[in-house]
């Protein structure tokens, strides 16, 4: 208990955690968007892309994250643009894009002195050494995001549902869709100190999905996502930091444990149903003995 005590008095161990806690928030919301538009696939291509906006920053001396930013909003916003005039799906356009902005990244960095170590760092993350101005970045980015939420939430979510029915009810979807791409990727380039750009999608989606095993309805689904995230970050940087282990990877593991405790804790839940139901529910047989025996 000493030890655990003496960790988050370390100042880079509660940086790390108020930048996890607050990306991971965010994420447990946006998760579930993903999951319900199916674009998980969308995700890992925008964090592998800002890949190249990562080096460009490094190569020219300017902060990574933000031309990563950049760079990556430039993407989401064109793709749109590119699926109408190459008349390509989007997963195809997509799988052109991360190879591509992801070996751009690859040459730059190793241009670059000592590359390996930096690269390291950003593929697969290191929370632990997040900066001050890094704080402040994501502080920005959760206060935004989170009035975007409180103002746009229901709507977003109904676009993501049924993009017909929104249209019906007089919502703007391409705008909306426009937004939701904006947010993801601006929640993803941040994150890619977090877990690397490899990894974060574990983020979005495993937490989202072990929420899905326990929830009855969206609300309640809205409620754990965030909370199942919350607690996957929290443990996984405790456990990094008393098992000695990467970060990001250590984050990535402990909501995949979340998610399979969760999935198993759905199939008890379902078989116990089911026998009740089973169990409450006379046979066929028995309600024809009883009708005959009525009968006579």
Same mark, same amino acid.
């Given at each position: 208990?000493?030890?655990?005590?003496?960790?988050?008095?370390?100042?880079?161990?509660?940086?790390?955690? =108020?930048?996890?806690?607050?990306?991971?928030?965010?994420? $447990? @919301?946006?998760?579930?968007?993903? /999951? =319900?538009?199916?674009?998980?696939?969308?995700?890992?291509?925008?964090?592998?892309?800002?890949?190249?906006?990562?080096?460009?920053?490094?190569?020219?001396?300017?902060?990574?994250?933000?031309?990563?930013? *950049?760079?990556?909003? @430039?993407?989401?916003?064109?793709?749109? +643009?590119?699926?109408?005039?190459?008349?390509?799906?989007?997963?195809?356009?997509?799988?052109?894009? /991360?190879?591509?902005?992801?070996?751009?990244?690859?040459?730059?960095? +190793?241009?670059?002195?000592?590359?390996?170590?930096?690269?390291? +760092? !950003?593929? !697969?993350?290191?929370?632990?050494?997040?900066?001050?101005?890094? =704080?402040?970045?994501?502080?920005? *980015?959760?206060?935004?995001?989170?009035? *975007?939420?409180?103002?746009?939430?229901?709507?977003?979510?109904?676009?993501?549902?049924?993009?017909?029915?929104?249209?019906?009810?007089?919502?703007?979807?391409?705008?909306?869709?426009? /937004?939701?791409?904006?947010?993801?990727?601006? @929640?993803?380039?941040?994150?890619?100190?977090?877990? $690397?750009?490899?990894?974060?999608?574990?983020?979005?989606?495993?937490?989202?999905?072990?929420?899905?095993?326990?929830?009855?309805?969206?609300?309640?689904? /809205?409620?754990?996502?965030?909370?199942?995230?919350?607690?996957?970050?929290?443990?996984?940087?405790?456990?990094?930091?008393?098992?000695?282990?990467?970060?990001?990877?250590?984050?990535?593991?402990?909501?995949?444990?979340?998610?399979?405790?969760?999935?198993?804790?759905?199939?008890?839940?379902?078989?116990?149903?089911?026998?009740?139901?089973? @169990?409450?529910?006379?046979?066929?047989?028995?309600?024809?003995?009883?009708?005959?025996?009525?009968? +006579?």
């Amino acid at each position: 208990m000493n030890t655990l005590t003496d960790l988050l008095s370390l100042v880079f161990i509660q940086r790390a955690l =108020i930048a996890g806690l607050l990306l991971a928030t965010l994420a $447990g @919301i946006v998760g579930i968007m993903t /999951l =319900i538009r199916k674009t998980a696939f969308y995700g890992d291509a925008v964090a592998h892309s800002s890949l190249a906006g990562v080096a460009i920053g490094l190569a020219f001396g300017v902060y990574p994250l933000f031309t990563a930013l *950049i760079y990556s909003v @430039i993407v989401a916003l064109a793709l749109p +643009s590119l699926k109408k005039r190459l008349s390509l799906s989007l997963d195809n356009i997509l799988g052109i894009l /991360l190879p591509f902005s992801m070996g751009i990244g690859v040459l730059i960095f +190793s241009l670059l002195p000592g590359y390996q170590p930096e690269m390291m +760092s !950003f593929l !697969f993350g290191n929370i632990l050494t997040i900066q001050l101005q890094e =704080i402040y970045l994501i502080i920005g *980015i959760f206060i935004t995001t989170a009035i *975007i939420f409180w103002q746009l939430l229901p709507q977003m979510l109904a676009t993501s549902l049924d993009e017909e029915y929104a249209t019906l009810l007089g919502l703007n979807v391409k705008w909306l869709q426009r /937004l939701y791409e904006v947010l993801l990727t601006i @929640i993803i380039v941040a994150g890619v100190k977090l877990l $690397g750009v490899i990894l974060i999608n574990a983020l979005l989606i495993i937490p989202a999905s072990a929420a899905k095993n326990l929830s009855s309805s969206l609300k309640l689904w /809205l409620i754990l996502s965030p909370i199942f995230s919350v607690i996957t970050v929290l443990g996984g940087i405790i456990s990094s930091v008393l098992l000695n282990t990467p970060p990001g990877a250590t984050i990535a593991v402990f909501s995949g444990v979340v998610f399979v405790i969760s999935q198993i804790y759905k199939n008890v839940l379902t078989f116990v149903n089911m026998q009740n139901k089973s @169990i409450s529910l006379p046979s066929t047989k028995t309600v024809m003995i009883n009708q005959k025996n009525n009968d +006579s």
